[in-house]
Structures are given as C-alpha cells and as structure tokens.
C-alpha cells in the first residue's frame, strides 16, 4: 500500500452530510419544489416564478448566515405556516450515495466516527436515519451550537469530545467548511469533490477513495 499522506495518529473520522454521506436530492427538493410550491399556492404565483423569487431570496441571505440553514426562518419569513407537510413531502428524496454505507461499515472497524453537519437537526434525524448506528455522535452545528462551521468550532467540538484534533479527519464537499476550516483548528481534512474536477493529494473523488487514502497496512475498502 502506498504511503497515505495522512498522519498516522487517526482515531476520529468526522464525516459532512449532505454531499458527502447523502445526496442533495432531498435540499434540492425542499428549497426549490416543496417551498416555493407552497409559496406559489398561497400567493397565487406561478411554479417557475415563485422559484426564482425564492432563489433570490436565499441567496440574499447566502450560507454564511445561521438563518439560511433554518427551515423554521424560512417558513416563517414567506408566512407558510408550518415546515412539518412540506418536509414529510420531501422525505422519500433522501438517497445515500451508492459507496456510504459499505464505506461506514468498513471503517467503523478500526475508527471512531462521528457526524460534524450544518444541516439543521430537524433534516439531520431524517437524513442519518438509515446510517444513524455507524456514529457515536451526531452533531448539528447549527442547531447544537448555533455555529456554522467555523475554525473556532471544530476546536470547541473536540474539547467536547475529548478528542485531540490531531487525532480527527473531517471529510466533507465543502472546500472551506470541511477542509480549510477544520486545518485551521489543526484537525487533519481531505476534500470530497464528487466531480472529480480537484486533484491534490487530500481530495477524493467518493468515499471508497477516502477510505483508501487512510493509513494502515490493509486497505479497509
Ligand atoms: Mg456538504
């Protein structure tokens, strides 16, 4: 096996959520069907229409904000009444990639795992329910600590977890919430590009590769 560019103190795999363990179907299906749905009913808007008049809205708001995350904001911002019809709709949408749970399974014999996601709790449950076992936490950093994923954060999740963050991969799509940010805390991270458009010796193009690239002896995967 080639050397893994990867330190060998690992104990800890954290993995991202949606884009990483499941596919954005189930967002995707939620931001701009399911609501802007409901939003075109009620006001009487066009389908299309009400889409991208949300799409604009959201991206006003844009990912570095808490509230973008927060379906309860949203609903309440369009007055929708409540999110829980709108998201039971959505629920069959949730898919994990094809590698996840082979992946999980392979790994939790040697590692440690838990779940650092921005997705809100009230997605969270739903979209680990199938994969919930693998992991000793769960974390939804925005509803637990009212954080995105910042730097600052994945220290403060390690003292949590009474986990050096040497000792911690984070593995994630988002270039600066699950790469960059997690570095800065000193926590080891590779990059998931599903796209295969990245090359580096820290990024991936699924999780069957990730696995690969951990050290060890025998590949897990
Ligand atoms: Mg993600």
């Not at 988002?174 to 960059?180: A, M």
């Amino acid at each position: 096996m080639s050397e893994s560019p990867l330190g060998s103190n690992i104990k800890v795999i954290s993995f991202d959520v949606e884009g990483t363990l499941v596919t954005p179907d189930f967002s995707k299906g939620m931001w701009f069907e399911c609501i802007p749905e409901y939003y075109g009913k009620k006001n009487k808007v066009p389908f299309e229409k009400a889409v991208r008049m949300l799409a604009a809205e959201y991206d006003r708001v844009g990912d570095g904000r808490l509230e973008w995350y927060d379906v309860r904001h949203w609903f309440k911002a369009f007055d929708l009444g409540d999110y829980h019809q709108a998201l039971q709709r959505c629920l069959p949408r949730i898919r994990l990639y094809p590698e996840s749970e082979a992946v999980l399974k392979a790994l939790g014999r040697r590692y440690r795992m838990i779940v650092i996601s921005a997705s809100i709790r009230e997605f969270l449950e739903y979209l680990v329910a199938d994969i919930k076992q693998h992991f000793e936490s769960v974390i939804s950093t925005v509803t637990d600590y009212k954080e995105l994923k910042t730097p600052e954060l994945y220290a403060r999740i390690c003292h949590d977890l009474n986990i050096s963050p040497s000792e911690v991969v984070q593995v994630g799509d988002n270039l600066q919430y699950d790469f960059v940010n997690p570095r800065a805390a000193g926590l080891q991270a590779v990059h998931l590009d599903r796209r295969g458009q990245r090359d580096g010796k820290l990024v991936v193009a699924d999780l069957t590769e990730f696995c690969r690239l951990l050290p060890g002896d025998q590949p897990l995967c």
